[in-house]
């Protein structure tokens, strides 16, 4: 499996890119907006899976693990295959995601293109529960209860696919050395947390 890919950029299309990585040219497919942020001759490091089929081996770029997990958890879902899949994250951010999923409306889904009213149903039911909830979003400093942040962190590592004893390790861990403002801050405090985590820790990840 190839989990991750650094390399030159050496060609750009609408919806893939070339990465050159040790003398070879590897072809990944990409949601629109990575592919227009990017340009020839750009160093590049991208979350990497890589989908084999009877007649084709096909490489998904993302520039986050986050992105990279829900793309895992949408392949998991009656009806979506891998273009819908990305289809739904050219279209979507992953909160944007986890909020539909949480608050049961599948309306985001409908309007994807590829994703028909039966799948977009399926994604709100199948993945129901395995996703960040909104209550993973930014909380002020200051007004959040004792302990509060580094439970919501907790939450949102257990819906990417972490186990709770291995997320609220890492949380542990991570606040002890973290400044005040990062373990008041949800936001700070998982984006440390998951760069701690880090490609090593995958096998943790279901996806």
Same mark, same amino acid.
């Given at each position: 499996?190839?989990?991750?890919?650094?390399?030159?950029?050496a060609?750009?299309?609408?919806?893939?890119?070339?990465?050159?990585v040790?003398?070879v040219? !590897?072809?990944?497919?990409? #949601? /629109? %907006?990575? =592919?227009? *942020?990017?340009?020839?001759?750009? $160093?590049?490091?991208l979350?990497?899976?890589?989908?084999?089929?009877?007649?084709?081996?096909?490489?998904?770029?993302?520039?986050?693990?986050?992105?990279?997990?829900?793309?895992?958890?949408?392949?998991?879902?009656?009806?979506?295959?891998?273009?819908?899949?990305?289809?739904? !994250?050219a279209?979507?951010? #992953? /909160? %944007?995601? =986890?909020? *539909?999923?949480?608050?049961?409306? $599948?309306?985001?889904?409908?309007?994807v293109?590829?994703?028909?009213?039966?799948?977009?149903?399926?994604?709100?039911?199948?993945?129901?529960?395995?996703?960040?909830?909104?209550?993973?979003?930014?909380?002020?400093?200051?007004?959040?209860?004792?302990?509060?942040?580094?439970?919501q962190?907790?939450?949102?590592?257990?819906?990417?696919?972490?186990?709770?004893?291995?997320?609220?390790?890492?949380?542990?861990?991570?606040?002890?050395t973290?400044?005040?403002?990062?373990?008041?801050?949800?936001?700070a405090?998982?984006?440390?947390?998951?760069?701690?985590?880090?490609?090593?820790?995958?096998?943790?990840?279901?996806?």
């Amino acid at each position: 499996m190839i989990s991750s890919l650094a390399g030159t950029v050496a060609h750009v299309d609408d919806d893939s890119l070339v990465v050159v990585v040790g003398g070879v040219g !590897l072809s990944v497919a990409v #949601v /629109p %907006q990575l =592919a227009h *942020a990017t340009h020839v001759g750009q $160093d590049l490091h991208l979350h990497t899976t890589l989908i084999v089929r009877e007649d084709a081996l096909s490489l998904y770029g993302f520039e986050t693990r986050e992105e990279l997990v829900v793309f895992g958890q949408l392949l998991g879902v009656t009806g979506v295959g891998p273009k819908s899949a990305l289809g739904v !994250l050219a279209s979507l951010t #992953v /909160p %944007q995601i =986890a909020e *539909a999923v949480t608050s049961d409306d $599948d309306a985001p889904f409908r309007r994807v293109s590829g994703i028909g009213p039966k799948t977009a149903k399926l994604i709100v039911v199948q993945l129901a529960g395995k996703l960040a909830p909104p209550a993973a979003a930014p909380a002020p400093a200051g007004t959040a209860p004792a302990g509060a942040v580094p439970a919501q962190v907790t939450q949102a590592l257990v819906g990417l696919g972490w186990s709770e004893r291995v997320a609220a390790e890492a949380v542990a861990g991570v606040a002890e050395t973290a400044s005040d403002a990062d373990r008041a801050s949800v936001q700070a405090l998982l984006r440390l947390t998951l760069a701690m985590l880090g490609p090593a820790r995958k096998e943790s990840v279901h996806g």
